[in-house]
C-alpha cells in the first residue's frame, strides 16, 4: 500500500516547517566560558564502519579512551589531552583544541579538533604515526555537573602519506 502523503518532497516540506516553526528562544546556543575541568572516560568500538586497510584488516576491537579537558577557556576554547586504547594493541595519545557548546541547560555539544601519536600493536595500520583527530560529542550534563554522554570520532593521516585507511569511532561517555 502506498503512502502519497510520505514522499520525499512532503518530508522535505514537513521538514523545514517544524524546523523554522521551533520557538526562537530553543535557537539559542551559547559557549561556555571558563569552568571546571572535565575528566571523561569511555567506552566503545574502533573501526566501526569496518573500512579495510591494505593488509585486510577488517575488525572492530572494543576501545577505552580517558581525557582531560581543561577547566580554562580562552573565549570559550580551551585544550583538551586523551589517551585510547583497543583491544588489537593500538594506542593513540593526543591532543588538541575543544569547545563546550550548551544546546540546553542540561544538553552539551563539545567538538574537538586534535592531532595524536598512534602505536598499531595489532590494530589497523593507519598509514603513519601522526594522525589528525575530530570528535563529536553530545552528552547531558546532570545538575551535580557529571556528564553521561556519546561521542563519534574520526582518525586519519589527512592524506598527507599515500595511504590513508582512516577510521571512525563510537564511544559511551
Not at 571523561?40 to 577505552?64: K, M, Q, R
Not at 598509514?127 to 574520526?154: C, N, P, V, W
Amino acid at each position: 500500500m502506498r503512502h502519497p502523503f510520505f514522499t520525499l518532497q512532503w518530508l522535505r516540506i514537513l521538514g523545514l516547517v517544524t524546523l523554522f516553526s521551533v520557538a526562537p528562544s530553543a535557537w539559542a546556543v551559547t559557549l561556555m566560558p571558563s569552568g571546571a575541568p572535565y575528566l571523561s572516560v569511555g567506552a566503545g568500538a574502533l573501526n566501526l564502519v569496518g573500512a579495510v586497510d591494505d593488509g585486510g584488516y577488517n575488525h572492530t576491537p572494543a576501545e577505552f579512551d580517558a581525557e582531560y579537558q581543561s577547566g580554562f577557556r580562552f573565549y570559550g576554547i580551551g585544550y583538551m589531552l586523551g589517551l585510547l586504547a583497543n583491544t588489537d594493541g593500538g594506542v593513540d595519545g593526543y591532543g588538541g583544541l575543544y569547545a563546550d557548546l550548551a544546546l540546553t541547560p542540561h544538553w552539551i555539544l563539545t567538538p574537538e579538533a586534535a592531532l595524536s601519536g598512534y602505536s598499531q600493536g595489532t590494530s589497523k595500520n593507519m598509514g603513519s604515526t601522526f594522525l589528525f583527530r575530530l570528535e563529536l560529542g553530545l552528552a547531558y550534563q546532570m545538575d551535580d555537573g557529571g556528564r553521561l554522554g556519546l561521542k563519534i570520532a574520526h582518525l586519519s593521516n589527512g592524506d598527507l602519506y599515500s595511504r590513508n585507511p582512516g577510521e571512525n569511532e563510537l564511544l559511551i561517555t
